[in-house]
């Protein structure tokens, strides 16, 4: 396709390809992060994973709503106390969840699908009892709209470089947490040997609703973060499953940094081939890819050899 | 026909249905009332409807659960408004519409189920419904075999003329070729960019819209189709940039609508400087709301009905439809062609002076409505709506200002020669 | 007992350079073994020392990263487990593993080599044949009059041996158990090294153990392992006198 | 040791045979008995799903394959069967509007000007039965092989097989010159000359549909009381054992898989039958996950459970959202919740443990049941 362009425009599109496949990479990497703890760390298989982004957004419109109408004067930085509270949020319903039903399920995975899916649906309900069943829009502040003009094709949307640096602060805050920090070496110790674990004292209890919280909540703030890019419904987040679902897996369960070259490469393979064919027949052939992929190497591209 | 918009029912505000009837003016050119004493039910019905000696049962069928229901919410409440005023006015032949409503669920063989029953056990008169393409073709074969009356209201691919069947919104030659010559001549465009979801009607409406303008001996420079609910837009945008077209002529539906939009304005292409023009069928007021106005100020929609127009069979229909179902309520050109369906086959039945379906069929070609919102539409031969086509653009305030209509009645051509 | 002329025989099993790592990690390093037919061999060594690993590699569980095992003139490496058993290996796990749902008849039944492709275990018939085979069994291993119960009341010790017969069943020419003894009372240890003996009528045995009174009833001969090697190996008197076994048992 | 376990012969215990015939009963007279056509031919709607429930109780319940894109092949039993309906409406007098006569309308709508070579089979009828059946299962088998022989299991085969019916979804919508598109496949109107529209088609359409639904209820429980049905359930306890048994495990997986595959496209092609269309609305997620419901509230474990719970969801659902249209989401979920917390296995489950010791004394039978949990769960 070089033929009909120059070479100056051709390069530009390739900086801004790259670019756009660098914000599908840092949805994909918020979207997965909170499912690979959770899937990855504990075995559990959330499929209401997109509520509670869901959740995130909603709390954000709200935020947006009361910002508005009470304290105007906040407007412009309003999005980051939306998304203080949106993580607040989801990270007390997770809680609430792994309280209430997921602790009863830790030795059947597949039971979890069933009854996370179940809650998926009443969580569905309850927003649109709630919300109404229209698409909501966010207003966002000014500075956090429109781009920045480098050239006279290159165009920097400017909420794609917020999403691109809060899934940087997001994914080292993970990192830290689960790797530097005290109680990151417990949820890895209970992850590890649950039994040896609690004999040494550290409440597993605590830790698996904290860690399934600490996935719910990261959730809620791609939730909060995606009313930037796109669309708050009842039943949007039932649109993000399936590719959160195969990130993770593609990754290597209980891998965070095979989730992260995972939603790479198929962020990068799904935004180039885009641009060389048809949205739908992308989308077709980059889930085929991975699904073949898949097949080939189930353990997914990240994975301890371990010994059984 | 627009597809896959998530959300369900929109909770219909509970004011009472009586306001409708305040909104009198409108009925005031429909003449006087008949009287139900001068067509004695054994003669206006002779194929055992529902018709008894003051009343007569109508089906109202569209999704109030699953993802159409956020689209559907309008149409079912101009429905209702436009019987609640018949019914003021004195009813049909003299006797009251009473509707019985059904719930298609977003699911097209509940659709089917539901329209079966409506006409089997029910017996209904005539039923208004269906919004989506898909729903409409799961119960065409119900309505042709149970020989009923469908008053289908949305804007969609044509393809389609059935006798059983009365199509109240634009089918897509009149939708789209007005709009293109004016985007052509008035602002001079000479390629176009084509973007749709991936279903019949985008598909279809845009090889109308291409052949049309290849016809004009303008270019497309591009033309793609991403899935329902599809949320990343930036490659695409990037090839529009690339490709500079002078009009994104663009088909989105339900929350990818959302996406699209927010993502153009993130990406500099700012509508209101209409370098590329964005020409689309598929915003309404209604979708609007969730884009959000800032974000859809300065792109055209081209549709027959816009919430602004300036006449007075609007102004009452509007305010009508306010009063009865609140204020914040808007309107789109859906909305208005579901209201002209209960108005169409009253005058259908009065004009045939029954309620026998085929009677009504028969008489209707040729019903002219004078009192429609939109100004006057007449039925044609193959079942469709005579009506103008007119081109709005987008406000902050989520309504569209009407720039251009066609002076003439663009006539309906479901079967378009040399578009196929 | 039996003399070590190793050189010349024919082998029943032998594994020679075997070598698995796991990211680094070398859990079998260079290892090889050799077993005759009709001999029981014992495999003993500290935890972690790699003796579960041998057994999951000779029975094609793991993969090896080197070396080769060869089985009756056989190559096992590359085979899929089920093959691996058709050739004539048989493997009893560290914790019996037995299905608990069915009785010890169905048990032993489900384990009978017939009917072991898909339509052959739809159509599979519990005719005399099956039935005489599974009382021939059951008898062997002390369970003739438990035939209906249902396994997952039998005690450890009674699964341990239902497990071993579901090998027999298969009459295997190398039985492979991990810790078979585990968690038996003194008479059921002693029932089962009868058991082993009167198996190896027909077929070897290696067994790992850590019950050093039950290695020395029934073992010919010793292979002691440490990190992944071969530490010592020789009748139970010359390893239990080997300085580095010594050592490796005893610490620093 | 002649005790009746060790006689093969017993293909369904006592109170197995009476489930069966108050199963055919219930469906053969009881319901055309009580409902007019119209509930009828819905039933015969929720039957068809059935047949899914009923393979998910073999493959998943018995197997432990949970696979959450049975829509898939229910779908492919659909789409083959209407594609032969719609060669048959699509008669050149039919279709004389067209542009090119004779060929499915939404092909000529989508300039397509003659028949793809892939659909031409499907004008014998005897092509069309076998590929039913044929497509889904060797589909099944395709991505069972890949599968189960490199030992994906459990979560990642759930995920997979969903990831699958995406795909499957966006396919057919978006290759709708020659699928139909997201309206799917319409206005079909006969089968061999037979208009299969009337209520005395429906009627019998019905019949068939039970009919076969019950033949499958029968195969499926041959195929329980085998060796390969034991097998089945021992593998999904102790998959190592079997495979250190000599069985290769993954044959028996993807055997169970294809004919579950099978049995969700009977269902499929019964569903056209019926209802006179297929569209890609029954391929994707939310169906093939809902499948899996009526499958766990009817009992993953029992074959009549799988059928009593599909027609009861169904049921359920459509009188929720006939009168509390809001309410259908919470139901629905919570039901999911409760199936999977306070009753695992489903209907089957409390009623073996609540109504069946009642009837039991009810009916004064002292008779001992079989020991066997499995023998036992099948059969009720």
Redesign the interface.
């Known amino acids: 396709m070089i033929g009909d362009y120059t070479f100056g425009e051709f390069t530009s599109i390739l900086a801004m390809q790259g670019f756009a496949g660098l914000i599908l990479f840092s949805v994909f990497v918020l979207m997965a992060l909170g499912l690979a703890i959770i899937f990855g760390q504990m075995g559990v298989i959330n499929m209401a994973h997109g509520e509670f982004m869901i959740l995130g957004a909603y709390v954000t419109y709200i935020c947006s709503h009361i910002v508005t109408e009470y304290v105007p004067g906040l407007f412009p930085v309003y999005f980051f106390i939306a998304m203080a509270l949106a993580f607040v949020a989801a990270f007390a319903l997770g809680v609430l969840v792994e309280w209430g039903m997921i602790r009863f399920l830790y030795r059947r995975p597949l039971d979890t699908l069933l009854a996370t899916w179940g809650l998926s649906l009443i969580l569905q309900q309850v927003y649109r009892s709630v919300f109404g069943a229209r698409e909501v829009g966010v207003t966002l502040p000014d500075w956090m709209m429109g781009s920045i003009a480098l050239t006279d094709m290159i165009e920097i949307p400017i909420n794609g470089l917020f999403v691109m640096a809060l899934t940087l602060i997001v994914s080292f805050a993970v990192y830290f947490i689960l790797f530097r920090s005290a109680w990151g070496k417990q949820v890895r110790a209970v992850l590890q040997n649950r039994v040896m674990a609690g004999a040494v004292g550290i409440n597993t209890k605590r830790v698996d609703a904290l860690t399934f919280g600490l996935g719910c909540g990261i959730a809620g703030i791609a939730g909060s973060a995606f009313t930037m890019i796109g669309s708050t419904g009842p039943t949007a987040g039932q649109l993000y499953i399936v590719d959160t679902f195969l990130v993770v897996v593609f990754g290597g369960a209980g891998s965070l940094i095979g989730t992260i070259a995972s939603a790479f490469t198929i962020s990068q393979a799904q935004s180039t081939m885009e641009f060389f064919m048809s949205g739908s027949m992308a989308k077709v052939l980059t889930l085929l890819t991975v699904v073949g992929i898949l097949m080939l190497r189930p353990q997914g591209l990240f994975t301890l050899n371990i010994r059984r | 026909m627009r597809d896959d918009v998530p959300g369900n029912t929109l909770s219909v505000s509970r004011r009472t249905l009586l306001a409708g009837i305040a909104s009198l003016p409108v009925l005031a050119m429909m003449g006087q009332p008949l009287l139900a004493s001068d067509y004695p039910t054994a003669t206006v019905n002779t194929t055992g409807l529902a018709v008894t000696d003051d009343t007569v049962k109508v089906g109202i069928l569209h999704s109030v659960t699953g993802t159409m229901a956020i689209s559907e919410t309008g149409s079912v409440q101009a429905e209702k408004l436009a019987i609640e005023q018949i019914n003021a006015a004195g009813g049909v032949l003299g006797r009251k519409i009473e509707f019985i409503q059904e719930d298609g669920a977003s699911d097209w063989p509940t659709f089917a189920e539901k329209a079966k029953k409506l006409l089997v056990q029910d017996k209904a008169a005539a039923v208004f419904g269906c919004w989506t393409s898909a729903s409409r073709k799961a119960v065409l074969p119900v309505f042709e075999q149970y020989n009923g009356m469908l008053y289908y209201p949305t804007f969609y691919e044509g393809l389609e003329e059935s006798p059983n069947v009365i199509y109240t919104g634009q089918e897509a030659t009149q939708q789209i070729l007005a709009g293109i010559d004016w985007v052509v001549k008035e602002k001079g465009a000479k390629s176009f960019y084509l973007l749709g979801s991936d279903y019949i009607w985008p598909r279809t409406s845009n090889k109308i819209a291409r052949k049309h303008i290849e016809k004009l001996g303008l270019e497309v420079v591009g033309e793609e189709y991403y899935p329902l609910g599809h949320t990343q837009f930036n490659s695409v945008i990037n090839k529009i940039k690339l490709r500079k077209p002078d009009v994104i002529y663009a088909i989105v539906v339900g929350g990818s609508n959302v996406a699209f939009y927010k993502q153009l304005k993130a990406a500099g292409i700012d509508l209101a400087k209409e370098k590329p023009l964005l020409l689309t069928i598929s915003v309404t007021e209604d979708e609007i709301l969730g884009i959000g106005g800032e974000n859809m100020a300065g792109a055209y929609a081209m549709m027959k009905y816009f919430q602004s127009l300036d006449n007075d069979n609007n102004k009452a229909f509007v305010e009508a439809f306010k009063k009865m179902w609140g204020d914040n309520i808007v309107i789109g050109d859906v909305t208005q062609a579901a209201y002209l369906g209960p108005w169409l086959w009253k005058a259908a039945v009065e004009k045939a002076g029954s309620f026998d379906i085929d009677k009504v069929k028969a008489a209707s070609p040729g019903i002219e409505l004078t009192t429609a919102p939109e100004g006057y539409v007449k039925i044609h031969d193959n079942h469709h709506l005579w009506s103008k086509a007119r081109v709005g653009r987008a406000k902050l305030d989520g309504q569209y200002e009407v720039v251009y209509e066609t002076s003439d009645l663009m006539e309906p051509d479901p079967f378009p020669e040399g578009y196929q | 007992m039996h003399v070590s002329d190793t050189e010349q025989k024919d082998f029943l099993l032998a594994v020679e350079g075997l070598t698995v790592s796991f990211d680094g990690f070398k859990a079998v390093n260079d290892l090889s073994l050799y077993v005759d037919e009709n001999e029981i061999r014992v495999i003993i060594g500290p935890n972690g020392a790699g003796k579960t690993t041998v057994l999951d590699l000779i029975c094609g569980r793991t993969r090896p990263t080197d070396g080769s095992i060869r089985f009756s003139g056989q190559e096992l490496t590359g085979m899929r487990e089920h093959e691996i058993v058709h050739a004539g290996v048989g493997r009893k796990f560290q914790n019996p593993s037995i299905y608990e749902d069915l009785t010890v008849f169905e048990n032993l039944e489900l384990s009978f080599p017939r009917g072991r492709n898909v339509f052959g275990a739809l159509f599979f018939r519990r005719d005399a044949e099956v039935r005489d085979r599974v009382e021939e069994v059951a008898e062997l291993i002390f369970l003739k009059d438990h035939l209906d119960t249902e396994a997952a009341i039998l005690s450890h010790g009674q699964k341990q041996w239902l497990e071993i017969g579901m090998l027999l069943i298969q009459s295997p020419k190398l039985l492979m158990l991990d810790e078979p003894v585990a968690g038996m009372s003194v008479g059921e240890r002693i029932k089962t090294a009868e058991l082993l003996n009167t198996i190896i009528r027909n077929q070897s045995v290696i067994v790992i153990e850590h019950d050093m009174k039950f290695v020395e009833d029934i073992a010919h001969r010793v292979t002691v392992l440490h990190q992944g090697k071969v530490l010592s190996e020789g009748s139970m008197e010359r390893v239990k006198h080997d300085p580095k076994v010594i050592e490796v048992y005893l610490g620093h | 040791?002649q005790?009746p376990?060790?006689?093969?012969s017993t293909f369904f215990s006592r109170q197995g045979w009476l489930s069966f015939v108050v199963l055919a009963a219930i469906l053969l007279l009881v319901l055309p008995a009580a409902f007019d056509i119209?509930r009828l031919?819905?039933i015969g709607?929720y039957l068809t799903y059935a047949f899914v429930a009923l393979g998910l109780v073999l493959c998943w319940g018995m197997g432990g394959i949970?696979s959450?894109g049975q829509g898939i092949f229910f779908g492919l039993g659909g789409y083959c069967m209407a594609m032969f309906l719609k060669l048959e409406a699509s008669t050149p007098e039919a279709t004389k509007?067209q542009?090119t006569p004779g060929i499915p309308?939404?092909m000529?709508?989508?300039?397509l000007t003659e028949l793809p070579v892939w659909w031409q089979p499907f004008h014998s009828f005897g092509f069309t039965l076998v590929a039913i059946i044929a497509v889904p299962a060797l589909f099944a088998f395709v991505i069972g092989a890949?599968?189960f022989k490199?030992?994906?299991g459990?979560?990642?085969f759930?995920?997979?097989t969903?990831?699958?019916a995406?795909?499957m979804t966006?396919?057919i919508?978006?290759q709708?010159g020659y699928t139909g598109?997201?309206?799917?496949i319409?206005?079909?109107?006969t089968l061999l000359g037979w208009d299969i529209?009337t209520d005395d088609a429906k009627l019998i359409l019905y019949f068939v549909c039970a009919a076969l639904l019950l033949g499958c209820v029968l195969l499926a429980q041959a195929?329980n009381i085998?060796?390969?049905g034991?097998?089945l359930?021992?593998m999904r306890?102790?998959e190592?054992?079997?495979?250190?048994?000599?069985?290769?495990?993954s044959?028996?997986k993807i055997?169970i898989f294809c004919l579950a595959a099978a049995f969700s496209a009977i269902g499929g092609a019964m569903f056209t039958l019926q209802?006179?269309?297929m569209?890609p609305?029954f391929v994707g997620?939310?169906p093939s996950?809902e499948m899996?419901?009526f499958c766990?509230v009817g009992g993953r474990l029992s074959l009549f459970g799988a059928v009593y719970g599909a027609l009861i969801v169904n049921a359920a659902k459509t009188s929720f959202?006939?009168s509390f249209?809001?309410l259908?989401?919470?139901a629905?979920?919570?039901?999911?919740?409760a199936?999977?917390?306070a009753f695992?296995n489903g209907l089957a489950g409390l009623y073996r443990e609540h109504a069946e010791p009642w009837l039991r004394r009810l009916l004064k039978r002292s008779v001992a049941r079989p020991?066997?949990?499995?023998a036992a769960n099948t059969a009720n």
Request: charged residues 20%; without cysteine; proline residues 2%.
């Open positions: 040791m005790s376990m060790h006689s093969d119209f031919n819905l709607k949970l959450l509007i542009s309308d939404f000529d709508w989508n300039q890949a599968m490199r030992r994906v459990g979560v990642y759930a995920i997979i969903q990831a699958v995406a795909i966006i396919l919508i978006g709708q598109g997201v309206n799917g319409t206005d079909l109107r529209r195929i085998s060796k390969f034991r097998l359930v021992a306890d102790r190592d054992r079997v495979r250190f048994s000599g069985y290769d495990v044959n028996f055997f209802v006179g269309f569209s609305s997620i939310v996950i899996v419901i766990a959202s006939e249209p809001e259908w989401l919470f629905m979920g919570g039901l999911f919740i199936v999977v917390m695992p020991a066997v949990a499995a």
